[in-house]
């Protein structure tokens, strides 16, 4: 696609997945170390009229903003004092040579135990804008979430005009039952899980909801001012259209953001304060057969005015897509490009010495013996796979059982395939056997190997897409269509100029879509469906990629805290 310099820099601000706006200051930046404790701890929370006991960080729902810098070392100290295990994943840092701090409970750390707690220490490299930290083991995350900000180096500019604020704006969903207990009940019966009784800003459903008026998240606004609007979708389940009435969102009305995906786009205010109030709506896009939430949640950007004037104003409703607008997010999504400046370049690996192709998607498990299950047939549960292989997290973390050579006890195998056992016309008609094989195997690849991977819908059990997200790693998305993927057509369609960079990228329904990445940082890193209730059912799947040859290209010991299974 050709696009301006003015349009690129836009489209840039809108992905926004790396960039934000330095603050004005003058003193050189060489980094420095920032401390934040998380105690994790239960808190009564009430939503929809409805209070439980949720698992926060320091009492907080969504958790506290770290707020760091490019070059700054972050340590966290995670203090559990919940029944739960807990484990904290910063989703998109890079974690050079610094895997024992990622996260994700029995890859890269055994999860903190009760009573115990967890330092999680690692320096910020190369990346700055909006990311954000979660919990990571089983549905935790439904509570345990919060924005990490990167503010770039001092003294760095931007192409585009200083924003007059910054607002994170979280997206989220509110169970009224505890989500532990949902996806426990779903592992159990094999049916799919109960969905979520409400969407949420900032932890708020607001006013469609029943009993939640009082429960809205509001953005107050000047006239004539630009707005940087951070915005984070730490859903469980459900990608969301996103729209703000009267306004337009950089260079666009509606956005679609997926669960793992942060985007940072610019408000620009109107001149003078209009005679209207205006309503912020999210609402999901699904495509699959399952049952979803089918709920809108609304907040309300609101011109500050003298309170007398508030009075009386129409409250304008934005326009969203139909719930399946699966064309309107493939234009959507194929027109982000990276900058590809000096400055800024996209460094797409232009030889690739391992191409791989993934299949993505549902399947099946056989029934317990003696047990009616509630899958796709009453002798069946829900699973899901990557090549028909359905992840099995260890007991053991894997780059513990890695570093220290404990292959041999059986904690993993290194054969996950490089391509599907058994190709089949994957969104055609599926095949009879929807039955995945279960493991915990890994892709083995040398330090600084160059990567192409091609990940590919599956239409088993129903068309659905998938937000894939790659630990330790960005990546470059060079292609997507629809259809079955052609290894002789469609790789000389891919973008290796300006291409999107990205932490999380989706597998569209009913299509494909290929990326890049150079295997430079050490460790095992984890791969896996955003939505939690595909990861609870195994779609993932590991990546171990070997120390290089020099000092700098190794992985170091794990810190002495690191928890124990």
Known sequence: MGTSPAIVMILFVAVGCFMAYPEAVTAKHTGITR??????KLKNTTRLCHTKSIVTVNGKFPGPRVITREGDRLVVKVVNHVPNNISIHWHGVRQLRSGWADGPSY?????????????????????RGTLFWHAHISWLRATVYGPLIILPRRNESYPFVKPYKEVPIL???WFNADPEAVINQSLQTGGGPNVSDAYTFNGLPGPLYNCSAKDTYKLKVKPGKTYLLRLINAALNDELFFSI??????????????PGQTTNVLLKTKPKAPNATFLMLARPYATGMDTFDNTTVAGILEYETPSSSLKNRPLLKPGLPAINATNFVANFTSKFRSLATAKFPANVPQKVDKKFFFTVGLGTKPCPKNQTCQGPTNTTKFAAAMNNISFALPRTALLQSHFFSQYSKGVYTTDFPAFPLIPFNYTGTPPNNTLVNNGTKLVVIPFNTSVELVLQYTSILGAESHPLHLHGYNFYVVGQGFGNFDPENDPPKFNLVDP?????????SGG?????????????????????VHQSWGLGMAWMVLDGELPNQKLPPPPSDLPKC
């Open 245 to 258: 009435a009267g306004h337009s969102l950089t260079v666009t009305n509606v956005l679609m953001i997926t």
């Open 500 to 508: 999107v960079e990205r932490n999380t990228v989706v597998v569209p």
């Open 107 to 127: 890859i890269t750390q055994c999860p903190v135990q009760t009573g115990h707690s967890y330092v999680y220490n690692f320096t910020i490299t190369g990346q």
């Open 35 to 40: 401390h934040y404790t998380f105690n994790i």
């Open 171 to 173: 997206f989220g969903e």
């Open 512 to 532: 494909w879509v290929a990326i890049r990445f150079q295997a430079d940082n050490p460790g095992v890193w984890l791969m896996h469906c955003h939505f939690d």
